[in-house]
């Protein structure tokens, strides 16, 4: 798929401030329904506590949180894992990923219970879109470096933990994530979306400014391409964790709640 470089260049003159809202995603995009539930899903090097902090501050607020442990085998098994949730809630709900798990979104989030869907530091790909040809069109990211496969299994080096993924967090905060960290199945980053939430659902993206993970202005190109209401974080990969109450107020937002 061809890259509208006007669009990236675009999206990289909107990175000089520290958070910045995406003037045209606001023109395009229809007040979201007023939702008490929130399902959070998270991606690969980790697992559903790194939602901890955001969890907190979403309940504190009055709503309803619940957070995915996402499997890490298929697309299709984490996508199935993730549906099963909005089946439980009982009014609109948004659909919150991190990372890999905005291609759960991207596919879960046309379920009919989803009111909006929010992206931090996300994969957004579009319905059939191979997401691995499109991020190559952009410089690789550094912690691609570090992937280590023992057999199919995958999971981040320590190095490249502490450094690419977790750049902004205290080492010893760092350290314990790490020691937690989720493998993940290489059959899992074989999978392609068949739909996509964000043609249809108000769409919420977080870029994170100094991510390691994912390239930032590949993250600006999906959060325009999907004219999402967007804020800029100064901020590692893990922006949900080093800037919880940025990401919550996003969140809020997206549940048509007042910050």
């Given at each position: 798929?061809?890259?509208?470089?006007?669009?990236?260049?675009?999206?990289?003159?909107?990175?000089?401030?520290?958070?910045?809202?995406?003037?045209?995603?606001?023109?395009?995009?229809?007040?979201?329904?007023?939702?008490?539930?929130?399902?959070?899903?998270h991606g690969l090097f980790a697992d559903g506590s790194c939602w901890s902090e955001v969890i907190a501050r979403l309940q504190a607020a009055g709503l309803n949180a619940?957070?995915?442990?996402?499997p890490l085998t298929t697309l299709p098994e984490a996508v199935a894992a993730a549906q099963r949730v909005p089946d439980r809630q009982d009014g609109p709900t948004v659909?919150?990923?991190?990372?890999?798990?905005?291609?759960?979104?991207?596919?879960?989030?046309?379920?009919?219970?989803?009111?909006?869907?929010?992206?931090?530091?996300?994969?957004?790909?579009?319905?059939?879109?191979?997401?691995?040809?499109?991020?190559?069109?952009?410089?690789?990211?550094?912690?691609?470096?570090?992937?280590?496969?023992?057999?199919?299994?995958?999971?981040?080096?320590?190095?490249?933990?502490?450094?690419?993924?977790?750049?902004?967090?205290?080492?010893?905060?760092?350290?314990?994530?790490?020691?937690?960290?989720?493998?993940?199945?290489?059959?899992?980053?074989?999978?392609?979306?068949?739909?996509?939430?964000?043609?249809?659902?108000?769409?919420?993206?977080?870029?994170?400014?100094?991510?390691?993970?994912?390239?930032?202005?590949?993250e600006r190109f999906m959060a325009r391409r999907m004219n999402a209401r967007t804020i800029e974080v100064k901020s590692s990969h893990l922006s949900l964790i080093s800037?919880?109450?940025?990401?919550?107020?996003?969140?809020?937002?997206?549940?048509?709640?007042?910050?």
């Amino acid at each position: 798929m061809m890259v509208n470089r006007r669009d990236v260049s675009a999206g990289m003159a909107a990175g000089a401030v520290a958070s910045l809202v995406s003037a045209r995603g606001m023109a395009a995009i229809p007040a979201p329904a007023k939702a008490r539930n929130v399902i959070l899903v998270h991606g690969l090097f980790a697992d559903g506590s790194c939602w901890s902090e955001v969890i907190a501050r979403l309940q504190a607020a009055g709503l309803n949180a619940t957070s995915v442990q996402n499997p890490l085998t298929t697309l299709p098994e984490a996508v199935a894992a993730a549906q099963r949730v909005p089946d439980r809630q009982d009014g609109p709900t948004v659909l919150v990923g991190h990372s890999f798990s905005g291609m759960i979104v991207t596919e879960a989030g046309v379920h009919p219970i989803v009111s909006a869907v929010v992206y931090v530091a996300a994969r957004a790909p579009d319905a059939g879109e191979d997401y691995t040809a499109l991020a190559k069109t952009f410089p690789t990211p550094p912690a691609s470096a570090g992937i280590l496969f023992d057999g199919d299994e995958g999971r981040l080096s320590e190095a490249a933990f502490l450094r690419d993924f977790a750049g902004d967090l205290p080492e010893a905060k760092a350290k314990v994530l790490y020691a937690v960290q989720a493998p993940f199945q290489k059959a899992l980053l074989t999978g392609k979306t068949t739909h996509a939430a964000w043609r249809t659902k108000p769409s919420f993206y977080a870029v994170s400014m100094q991510d390691r993970t994912i390239n930032p202005d590949l993250e600006r190109f999906m959060a325009r391409r999907m004219n999402a209401r967007t804020i800029e974080v100064k901020s590692s990969h893990l922006s949900l964790i080093s800037h919880p109450d940025e990401i919550t107020r996003l969140i809020l937002e997206a549940a048509g709640q007042p910050p």
